[in-house]
């Protein structure tokens, strides 16, 4: 069978029949942006490390709705840098304790929060009480406890909370729903996912607790468990797992591979692994009771393909995925509408990997409320 590739409009025609039903497909809809056409929210890259650089600056620049104003940053030669190559006014750059004086400051009306894991409560809630809508990175906190707290303080504040789930934008994933949602191989039953890569520096916060919260379940297993969620539509009701550490001179603190598993009330089986060690794993495999589909690589920035059980393959065109992510939540603000990535979505994964771990420590299967 031939390959299955639709440009992004027909995609976009296609999905926008499915996404009234659907929310996790709700936000490719195209839609009439009755304000200020021209309005573009600026925005604040709080954190200009790996993903900043490489991805969140120069999508920026692709974005419709969105622009670079503002940076926060703890080091003063990289706010140079970043001052000279994105055109940044002295006025609109911050460190992580003056952050309050954004107050007042019109250039920004987003903070996208970008530092490690354990730190985003802290610049989030800056970032609220500063009268700012928060866009934070997954995963969204490290505790169930403080990432209640963000959403809490969003809401107090009255802004936008959204976490960095580009995933929900992407057309291929988004085909994957389509997929589950129209029954195409009749009920789903059963999912495999993994991501994971061999993680480099030993002296970097992923591999340290405190800052990292945990190790690959945290950074990419999320994905993987994501990927459960959108497809299943359906939260775990129960999950088991195991770890395995092969080299504990790295991996002193956080796990170096994890396995769980989940069930979930319609009784579909996830089985789910994540990595720091093992090149190569990134996908996912959904069975259902007359065929199966999968996505290999399922994960990445871009090149996202995968086929049928019969051979048909599943391909977009590339989008940036970071670009179209911030466009949707300045477009929520722009039309006073809530995001389909909230806090709350953060929350309930967090909350899930609390639980996994806790199965790892219990050796026990533990049962999500
Ligand atoms: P990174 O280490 O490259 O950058 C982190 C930044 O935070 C650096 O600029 C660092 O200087 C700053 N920082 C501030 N306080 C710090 C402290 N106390 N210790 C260490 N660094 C501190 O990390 P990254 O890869 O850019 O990841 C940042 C966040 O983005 C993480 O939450 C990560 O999970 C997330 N992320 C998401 C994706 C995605 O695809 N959505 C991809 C990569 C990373």
């Known amino acids: 069978m031939g390959a299955q590739f639709q440009t992004r409009r027909d995609f976009l025609k296609t999905s926008a029949l499915a996404a009234a039903s659907v929310p996790f497909l709700g936000a490719l809809a195209p839609r009439a942006f009755a304000a200020d056409p021209d309005r573009k929210l600026g925005f604040a890259l709080a954190g200009l490390g790996n993903l900043s ?27 140079e840098r970043w001052k000279v190559q994105y055109n940044i006014p002295d006025k609109n750059i911050y460190n992580y304790d003056n952050m309050w004086q954004m107050a007042g400051n019109p250039d920004i009306d987003v903070v996208y929060v970008v530092t490690p894991n354990a730190l985003h409560a802290e610049h989030t809630i800056k970032a609220a009480k500063a009268g700012k809508h928060v866009l934070c990175e997954k995963p969204m906190e490290v505790s169930v406890e403080k990432s ?24 291929a994933n988004l085909e994957c729903v389509r997929l589950v949602r129209e029954k195409t191989f009749g009920d789903l039953r059963m999912i495999e996912a993994g991501f994971g890569f061999p993680i480099g520096d030993p002296t970097q916060w992923r591999l340290n607790k405190a800052l990292a919260g945990g190790g690959p379940l945290m950074d990419v297993g999320i994905y993987a468990l994501q990927a459960t969620r959108y497809l299943s539509g359906e939260e775990p009701a129960e ?15 956080v796990e170096e591979s994890i396995v769980w598993q989940a069930k979930f009330p319609s009784g579909i089986l996830a089985h789910c692994s994540a990595t720091y060690k093992v090149p190569g794993t990134n996908f996912f495999r959904a069975r259902a009771d007359r065929g199966w589909f999968e996505l290999d690589p399922a994960f990445s920035y871009g090149g996202i393909r995968g086929r049928h059980g019969d051979g048909q393959a599943i391909r977009f065109e590339d989008i940036d995925q970071f670009a179209a992510e911030m466009d949707d939540f300045a477009l929520c603000i722009l039309e006073n509408r809530p995001t389909k990535v909230p806090g709350e979505e953060g929350l309930r994964d967090v909350k899930i990997m609390m639980a996994i771990y806790e199965a790892v420590k219990t050796s026990k299967t533990v049962k999500l409320a």
């Open 239 to 253: 999950v088991s797992a195991i770890t395995t550490v092969t080299d504990p001179v790295k991996f002193k603190e």
């Open 148 to 171: 209640q707290q963000m959403i809490d303080e969003c809401k107090k504040a009255g802004k936008q909370l959204a976490i960095g789930y580009r995933l929900h934008f992407e057309p």
């Open 53 to 79: 650089t490489h991805q969140l600056a120069p999508a920026l620049q692709k974005t419709k709705y969105c622009k670079l104003t503002s940076i926060v940053t703890g080091q003063p030669a990289k706010a």
